[in-house]
């Protein structure tokens, strides 16, 4: 450690490179009060040393961070807050997140992790430890920080002569006032720091994203809250050119059968195409073929390592994030009808009870003879619309499906019938519909073909002893069975928790229910008992599947552990039509866990954008229907009031307890009730109600309701006992007192 002076006696005033060399050799931050101490400056010295050291940071020299620790300007704290910019396989890159030294840009650091730590994902923030080491820096985390600790994304509003900082988070029920609105106006999607101390916390602009109510813009504000990557950088966009003019080599061809994709009628990018043929013995050949899109992103290319950090593509109403860009996604690599296309194929013999009794893969060339829409293809088969294909390809399929679904049965995996919201906008991007997706033959039958390909993926890994990215879904928890014993237990429907639990168990609940009113809450809350599924190189069976192993390989395009499975599968069978440059290199092979640990939470954070996108449209939707009366089922009861969801559309809102009329309600937390203490009045979770919509907020996709009736409906009883009441001690007046001006945030 270096030799500082520390005197008793004062020596004067230091210079400034005296305090520039104490400062870059300190093992610790150096603010004023040790650079005083390390000199010995006494008295006036001190003031003298404020002036020269706010002079040193005028012309340039010096900067500080927070906590008045000072360092040189262009150079980093010996502790400051980054933000993780980038995943280079095992490695984590961070930048500062304050960075303003002119013409010089920010220094990437490589983040050392050390012990058992949650991995870190692109766009965390970290407080770290920073040091130099050879030519770069290297950061040491202290502690990792909350999203939105110090930063807010909100939308500008503008009430009288003042802006405020409208939330998009619905749990936040405040405004924050702008100090600073920089460039920003009304309307604007901005991203904001906090400055100021409580209560007097204010908002300062530091980014301007977009404007959120363009035509097909609500997903901006996902975008932005979640950090998801949206953007490709010039070189990726160059590599991708580059490798989607790659000859196809020597492969397996396929381009005589009859191959059908079969996907929604909005679909952009297709990889995944299917083919069966009967066999004599009553059992079927049939092929899934997938875009074999291993070939194209190599390991440790640019596109592998965006294609990583993103983790998966993000599908939102008005917009696709894609995980590669779209000249391989939505071109080379997409299964196009009539084209030559590159295919990794899982060529399955499925015997006539629906058992794969075989499988192989190769790496083959496919033509496509038709992308079908499912309505179409179910039309078909259903005799309601002709196609050409229907006799060659489609019969064959659905003849080889009964088989598979008849396995299925047998399997019994669950079986939750619950509707899936889509929404439809027109050209122009405004809201067409939400509606219930229709569930189809056809989509199960799709359904059926990827998963026995996704079998035979892991089977044949595990064959092979090879790395195996698997898709893990454990059972249930014991506390999650326990709180569902209890719920049901409201509707007197028992629930043993001695047995052995299975999705039969699950299922053959439901089917005892029969079709009484509260069979979909039932299955709600049966689907938030199933734990979160993931990914990982240690199987534990998916649960929900009831398989006892299972890996994602259908969908390579827009799920980063398919092409690890892709890549496993072509190192264990010899598939390299280019030498070794597509298989699973060693170091990935040995980083599998850290990978499903960053791509899993990759999925939460695009299911929970995704989920966050589709209540803004419908928060949108219905903000026409304000004051209307509408048909909803309540989904969540509280002691502050209950949540109601519009039947048919979903999107959940508040009913507020203190709208429900002057009666105290008593909330039962066993039957998940509020009840009337006078008039027995009661509101229970899977209560079909009519409510009026109060207020529906786009911006936050927020929604509240209240009676049709409106507040204070009820009257007070008249023979309400008074002495019955608690008497409380006398209060005066309640609130802030009337000499204190209001002066933070207002609701």
């Known amino acids: 450690m270096p030799k500082h002076p520390h005197h008793s006696k004062s020596n004067g005033l230091p210079t400034r490179q005296q305090i520039l060399d ?16 390390a000199f ?24 500080s961070a927070p906590g008045r620790a ?12 980054l933000r993780v910019v980038d995943i280079d396989g095992a490695q984590v890159i ?134 998801i990557p949206h953007v490709f950088s010039e070189e990726l966009l160059q590599e991708a050119e580059k490798m989607a003019a790659l000859d196809l080599g020597a492969r397996e061809d396929l381009r005589h059968l009859p191959i059908v994709a079969i996907d929604p009628v909005d679909a952009r990018d297709f990889d995944d195409a299917v083919w069966a043929s009967p066999r004599d013995d009553g059992g079927f050949d049939c092929i899934v073929a997938i875009a074999d899109v291993s070939f194209y992103v190599r390991p440790g290319s640019a596109l592998d390592r965006e294609a990583r950090k993103r983790g998966n593509s993000v599908y939102f109403p008005d917009r696709v994030v894609p995980m590669l860009p779209e000249q391989l996604s939505a071109d080379v690599c997409s299964l196009r009808a009539g084209q030559d296309r590159a295919a990794m194929a899982c060529h399955m013999v499925i015997d006539a009870k629906g058992q794969m009794v075989s499988w192989r893969f ?40 009964a088989l598979l679904f008849k396995a299925r049965e047998k399997r019994e995996p669950l079986d939750l019938d619950l509707p899936e919201r889509r929404v439809e906008l027109d050209e122009k991007g405004r809201i067409q519909s939400v509606a219930p997706r229709e569930r189809l033959d056809a989509h199960k039958l799709i359904e059926d073909y990827m998963i026995a390909a996704n079998v035979a993926a892991a089977k044949a890994l595990e064959a092979k002893k090879a790395p195996v990215m698997y898709r893990i879904h454990e059972p249930p928890s014991r506390e999650k069975l326990v709180a569902l014993k209890e719920y049901l237990a409201t509707f007197e429907i028992a629930f043993a928790l001695g047995q052995v639990i299975t999705p039969a168990t699950f299922n053959r609940l439901i089917d005892k229910l029969g079709e009484v009113e509260f069979r979909t809450e039932v299955m709600e809350q049966i689907l938030r008992t199933q734990t979160q599924a993931y990914y990982g190189p240690q199987n534990s069976g998916h649960f929900g599947l009831s398989l006892g192993s299972y890996a994602h390989f259908t969908s390579p395009i827009r799920r980063y552990s398919d092409l690890i499975v892709h890549r496993s599968l072509v190192g264990a069978y010899g598939l390299n039509p280019q030498g070794e440059a597509t298989a699973l290199t060693k170091d990935d092979a040995e980083r599998m866990k850290l990978i499903g640990e960053v791509i899993s939470a990759a999925e939460r954070r695009a299911m929970e954008a995704e989920r966050e996108t589709v ?31 519009v039947e048919g559309l979903g999107g959940d809102g508040l009913v507020p307890i203190s709208t429900l009329g002057t009666e105290y309600f008593r909330f039962d937390e066993a039957h998940k009730s509020l009840i009337g203490e006078q008039t027995g009045e009661t509101y229970r979770i899977g209560q079909h109600i009519d409510l009026r919509l109060a207020e529906a907020n786009p911006i936050s996709g927020a929604l509240r309701f209240e009676l049709p009736e409106g507040a204070n409906h009820l009257p007070m009883p008249k023979d309400r006992d008074r002495k019955d009441r608690v008497r409380r001690p006398p209060m005066g007046k309640r609130g802030r007192p009337g000499n204190i001006r209001h002066q933070g945030r207002r609701k």
Not at 212 to 227: T, W
Not at 629 to 634: D, G, K, N, S, Y
Not at 639 to 644: E, L, P, R, S, T
């Open 22 to 37: 104490f400062i870059t050799t300190s093992d610790t931050a150096a603010g004023k009060r040790e650079i005083a101490r």
């Open 40 to 63: 010995g400056l006494l008295g006036n010295e001190k003031i003298a040393l404020k002036a020269l050291l706010k002079d040193m940071a005028d012309e340039g020299l010096i900067d």
């Open 70 to 81: 000072f360092h040189k300007m262009g150079g980093l704290p010996k502790v400051t807050v």
């Open 94 to 227: 961070a930048i500062p997140e304050h960075w303003e030294a002119e013409g010089k840009p920010p220094p990437r650091l490589r983040v050392v992790e050390r012990g058992k730590r949650s991995a870190l994902g692109v766009g965390d923030r970290i407080l770290a430890r920073t040091e130099e080491q050879g030519g770069g820096y290297v950061a040491h985390p202290m502690k990792k920080l909350a999203r939105g600790e110090e930063q807010l994304l909100g939308v500008v509003a503008k009430e009288g002569d003042r802006y405020w900082l409208r939330a998009i988070d619905k749990r936040e029920r405040r405004d924050t006032p702008i100090s600073d609105l920089g460039e920003a106006g009304e309307g604007n999607l901005v991203l904001a720091e906090k400055t100021g101390r409580p209560p007097r916390i204010t908002a300062k602009v530091v980014e301007i994203l977009g404007d959120p109510f363009a035509p097909k813009s609500f997903s901006l504000i996902a975008i932005h809250k979640f950090s």
């Open 362 to 401: 190769s790496r083959a060339v496919i033509k496509v003879a038709a992308n079908i829409p499912y309505e179409d293809a179910q039309a078909a088969i259903d005799g309601v619309k002709p196609h050409d294909l229907t006799e060659v390809a489609l019969r064959p399929l659905w003849a080889c499906w």
């Open 615 to 645: 209540d803004r449209y419908v928060a949108a939707f219905l903000a026409m229907r304000v004051g209307e009366i509408v048909a909803t089922r309540i989904t969540g009861v509280t002691n502050f009031g209950f949540f109601a969801t």
